[in-house]
């Protein structure tokens, strides 16, 4: 059986940006992926300002200043915010400036308000000598023109809008959303809104997996149930593929319809089934393919195991196609275990732990569930990793967590 | 000057969850917020369940099986997914089950696929002893029914979505989202589409602000620019108050119009400002406020030091207003600096960092920009902290971070 990382590397050759591309305005852009790079059109700031309150001077006069042997200088007025600098400093002279104001001409420096006394209305003493430069935001300091800005491939955050629209850049072309088909198939699935009867449980993987899809920045689209059956199965697949960018099969657990799973994925299309079966708790049974160039999956039916394949193959390969350059960062924060968790070497395994925070150290609780059941997963704040190469961990020994 | 978390303890008490709630389909509330208790309405599952593959037996059945001295079972049919238990077992007897099949009458367990051989078609060899209740998920195991589900203030993820729709609950009852309205302030203000002239800049801060607000779960409400004069400020704060649930003045950053915001703030009525000015870095002429119920904010002009405040002090409102009895666990990751951070003690320092992984080892490289200019935010991949009683940090240090 393949390890966690030999099967993402079978999948990953199969997995191209959907290269499909829109404007946006600017403002509407978080989490959308930039299909374009992009340069400052022009320097960033286009005038000399002010980094604090203060006065506008020529460094050279208030070289040597001190507390008991100011430098005196009259201020010939005072700069509006907004406005093109028209006070036009002499030796000796200085404008009273405010943050982000343009700097006077002939000034070269602004001295703190903190470093001035008042002697009247019109004149200061400087009580601590400036350098030239000090306190100014010189022009293109923060981008200068034609600089690189953001490239495409950028998954842009708040801090990166700011900047676009800084520049003007009011429109930006994104990667269209990603889309993702999932298929719920079992007999056992009746509708959420259904009254379950014995043998029978509700449809619900599938909206948990079109939550965990929305909060990679996809588009789900849910299919109806289809029952374990070849040619239903299949039927659903195509319409899926024609549909969405990725297809999930939120699989019936067992044996047989796995392998129903595998056979339907071959009969659809070139590569077919890459990875079936990785060793991997909860997981074992994920099926990892590619039609054509949609990635597709079977993930097993046990909720928790569901979830936890969908982060490990789905959500990475949803970033990929939407033409992301680096998945979003998520450090797993490091806990110290509370408890033993068995394993075997050889394996991966995920185990979701509820974190508490004593002293200022982190401890991480397992909440063991037989057969990793949903009220498990609604307990936890994330998932204990377990690595390969480990029979298993024990109480006190540091543990990487994947937070939810 | 207060430190982050006095400050802090001054604007808590004024912080009251909006409490208006509305009914949203389950599937479509991530993110969201219950604003009711949820008890499992049944018990999960309500059928016993196997949770394997394999046969269901009567346990007894199976005692003292081994490799060499198998027990043999006749089997008398297969379990059908989805379907009440029709088979019933008399001793000696085994029905074929899939996962998540319901247990034959007279069977107390599962005995794993993979401990069996079949012998012909009516008839296997288990060569494990199977324990009363293995494999098997038992009535209201998963949840008992009244079982406290999620509670009040719970925010919801994939899986709190997934289980309560496994409980046939597709509406809940959620906290309606909570709005902050953000006003540009500033004569030197160009609207982003415009092109400033010398001495102006683009209004682009409460765009960054509006983003990080959408984070958080509220819903932005960016309202026109307002230049730096008392009655106009007043105007557009009145009408901000009556329109959204938290204000925010994306300030001017000199000294006079803070002073004009905060007189602003007290004439709106009480308490008023609570706080003028943090020991934080960026971020001193931060101010906390409150009008009646709602918290007003008034954020430095700079880009950076807007955002980090936002951060500290917005967000964590937002979520205290959106009846979250929890912010979303953020723990900071850590990372060993690769350069020193200069500080002061008593002044909490956030530092916008690029992470670096080498040999497993996460470093936190500092982008330091004179007065924190945009570009160091795009460029960084979170904040590191510096605490209030470190007069600075030096490279090969554990610093906090909280990543973007």
């Not at 195509?238 to 009969?267: H, N, P, W, Y």
């Not at 992301?324 to 797993?332: G, V």
């Not at 498990?376 to 543990?399: H, N, W």
Request: hydrophobic residues 45%; charged residues 20%.
């Amino acid at each position: 059986m393949l390890t966690p990382r030999e099967a993402w590397s079978r999948l990953e050759p199969h997995l191209h940006p959907i290269d499909r591309a829109e404007p946006v305005a600017t403002a509407e852009a978080l989490g959308r992926v930039l299909a374009e790079d992009t340069r400052a059109p022009a320097d960033l700031p286009h005038f000399a300002r002010s980094a604090m309150d203060g006065y506008a001077v020529r460094a050279e006069d208030t070289h040597g200043a001190t507390e008991g042997l100011p430098a005196y200088l009259k201020v010939i007025g005072e700069i509006a915010m907004g406005k093109p600098a028209e006070l036009k400093l002499s030796p000796g002279e200085a404008a009273l400036i405010h943050t982000g104001g343009m700097l006077a001409l002939g000034a070269d420096a602004v001295v703190m308000v903190e470093n001035t006394r008042g002697v009247d209305a019109s004149m200061i003493e400087v009580v601590r000598p400036t350098a030239k430069g000090e306190n100014v935001i010189q022009v293109g300091e923060d981008m200068a023109k034609g600089d690189a800005l953001l490239p495409r491939g950028s998954l842009l955050r708040p801090q990166d809008i700011g900047s676009l629209l800084s520049l003007g850049m009011t429109k930006v072309l994104v990667f269209q959303k990603v889309s993702v088909a999932l298929i719920p198939t079992g007999d056992e699935l009746v509708p959420p809104e259904g009254e379950p009867g014995p043998g029978q449980i509700r449809n619900t993987n599938v909206f948990a997996l079109a939550a965990l899809a929305a909060k990679a920045g996809a588009t789900p689209v849910v299919m109806d149930i289809v029952r374990d059956n070849y040619e239903s199965l299949k039927a659903t697949a195509q319409k899926a593929l024609e549909l969405a960018d990725i297809v999930v099969f939120s699989a019936g657990s067992s044996v047989s319809t796995r392998d129903m799973t595998a056979r339907v994925i071959d009969s659809l299309g070139k590569p077919g089934v890459l990875v079936h079966g990785v060793s991997l708790r909860p997981g074992k049974p994920t099926i990892l393919a590619a039609v054509g160039r949609k990635p597709v999956f079977g993930l097993p039916g046990n909720p928790a195991s569901a979830m936890i394949t969908f982060g490990i193959f789905v959500t990475p390969s949803i970033y990929r196609l939407s033409g992301c350059s680096q998945s979003p960062l998520r450090y797993a924060v490091k806990a110290r275990l509370t408890r033993n968790i068995p394993s075997a070497t050889g394996r991966e395994d995920y185990v979701p732990v509820k974190i508490e925070e004593k002293n200022g150290e982190m401890f991480a609780d397992p909440v063991f569930g037989k057969s990793n059941l949903l009220f498990a997963m609604i307990r936890a704040d994330g998932l204990a990793k377990v690595p390969l190469d480990k029979a298993g961990m024990t109480a006190g020994e540091l543990v990487e967590i994947t937070l939810f």
